[in-house]
Structures are given as structure tokens and as C-alpha cells.
């Protein structure tokens, strides 16, 4: 396990204001139809799925901390997928509180996975370039993609922004080949720095990182800048 020092300063990714993201619609293996955000580079060098916060707080793909992360994976030639859980927005079904909620997620990796392949098809898509496969999660989110890993799904690299470990039993994902990154606020009163250190320490991982932002809480009011940058690290990182 290895931890970044904290810092509060570190120049941010240039992002763009806007990416394109066209409306799609996937189904689950349990028939719920999930509403999502889809974006395709014109080279993509990988995918990646973003996890939404807790539902029934108002939770949805168009939160502020997701946005971030979409855009910086945007930013880094990531063909992206953001999506609404069962029972937000457009998705059918009804909120599980998370028994089977990993199944959603499940979902939104294989039809990122299709639109990628669909991609890497076409001649400007080049070749030779990293092929990431990356799911990343905010709160709730977050909890929910640990648990997709842990039932079976196939990353790369694994993002958990503001795990809520004082909130949800969240066990630590296996590692066979994934890097794991825990981005954390020091004053995240739903994953405390102490909780997120020992969620990563029984790794003795290089492969698992905390990083800590410093004068940030969970919603990262203020901090979005340096939000972008770890999780800009997160995807250059070799």
C-alpha cells in the first residue's frame, strides 16, 4: 500500500468545458433497462464506468463528483459510461439499497465494453495504445463497484472516491491484476482518512493507493480542481 502526499495545490488537468455524451439504454441479467451517458473519443485508449451516489439522498449521474471524473476520463481518451442505478431518472425498477444494485454495474461494463469494441473498429481508432478497462465509483457508487469486483468483474484499475466506510460494510476487492485508488477528503466525515488507511493497508500492495486532499469533505465542496487531478494521476499512473 502506498499513500500520496496530501496536497491541495496541484495544478489540474486542463479539462474541457463540454464532451459529447449521446443517450443509451442497456438492460441488467434481473430486466431492468438503465438509462446512461455514453462518450467516444476518436481514438479511445480504454473505457470506463462511473458509479453514481446514493439514491434515496438524490443520487444520480449528473453529480458534480461523477461529472468530474467522466470529464477527466474524458480528458485522458477514455471511452466513457455514466448511468443511473435501478429506480433514478429514466431506469427502470425500484432502489435496492444495494442487493442488487452490482448488478447494474455489471451491466453498464458490458455495454461499454460493446461500444468500445465498436470503436476500435473504425480506422481512426488506431492501434498498439493501452486498452484500460476502468470502473470507478462516489460514495454509494463507489461501495458498488468494490462489490461488482468482488462478484466477479474484470478491471484494471479500480476508483473509490469517498467510500462510505463509517456507512457500509465495504470488504476490500481482491487484487489479481487491478490497481486500487481510494481518493479520500480530510474531512470526510463518511470515510475517514483513518478507516481509508486501514481499508488499503491490508494489501501490502504497491498496487493500492490512498490519496488524501487536504481541506476537502465528502462532497469535495471547493476541491473539485484537486479532485481532478488525483484522478487524472489515478489514469497516467504507469
Not at 425500484?94 to 451491466?107: I, Q, Y
Not at 498498439?128 to 468494490?146: E, I, K, N, Q
Request: glycine share 8%; charged share 25%.
Amino acid at each position: 500500500m502506498t499513500e500520496s502526499s496530501r496536497w491541495p495545490h496541484k495544478t489540474p488537468p486542463h479539462l474541457p468545458r463540454e464532451v459529447p455524451e449521446s443517450t443509451v439504454r442497456f438492460e441488467t441479467d434481473d430486466g431492468v433497462v438503465l438509462e446512461g451517458l455514453l462518450h467516444v473519443p476518436e481514438r479511445p485508449r480504454g473505457r470506463a464506468v462511473i458509479c453514481h451516489p446514493n439514491p434515496p439522498q438524490g443520487g444520480t449521474m449528473d453529480n458534480k463528483v461523477v461529472e468530474i471524473v467522466q470529464r477527466v476520463f474524458a480528458h485522458c481518451e477514455l471511452c466513457t459510461l455514466r448511468f443511473n442505478f435501478r429506480g433514478v431518472g429514466a431506469s427502470s425498477g425500484m432502489h435496492t439499497a444495494g442487493s442488487a444494485e452490482p448488478l447494474d454495474v455489471a451491466a453498464a461494463l458490458e455495454h461499454v465494453d460493446a461500444r468500445f469494441a465498436e470503436a476500435l473498429e473504425q480506422p481512426s481508432a488506431g492501434d498498439g495504445a493501452p486498452r484500460l478497462r476502468v470502473l470507478a465509483g462516489f460514495s454509494f457508487g463507489s461501495a458498488m463497484a468494490a462489490q461488482a469486483v468482488r462478484d466477479g468483474a474484470e478491471v484494471d484499475g479500480l476508483l473509490l472516491v469517498g467510500v462510505p466506510l463509517t456507512w457500509r460494510d465495504v470488504v476490500p476487492p481482491p487484487l489479481p491484476r487491478l490497481r486500487l485508488e481510494l481518493i479520500v477528503g480530510d474531512h470526510d466525515d463518511f470515510c475517514p482518512v483513518g478507516h481509508a488507511r486501514r481499508f488499503v493497508a491490508d494489501y501490502q500492495d504497491a498496487r493500492a493507493r490512498l490519496t488524501v486532499i487536504d481541506d476537502a469533505e465528502h462532497f469535495f465542496h471547493g476541491r473539485l480542481a484537486q479532485l481532478a487531478r488525483a484522478v487524472y494521476d489515478f489514469v497516467m499512473q504507469p
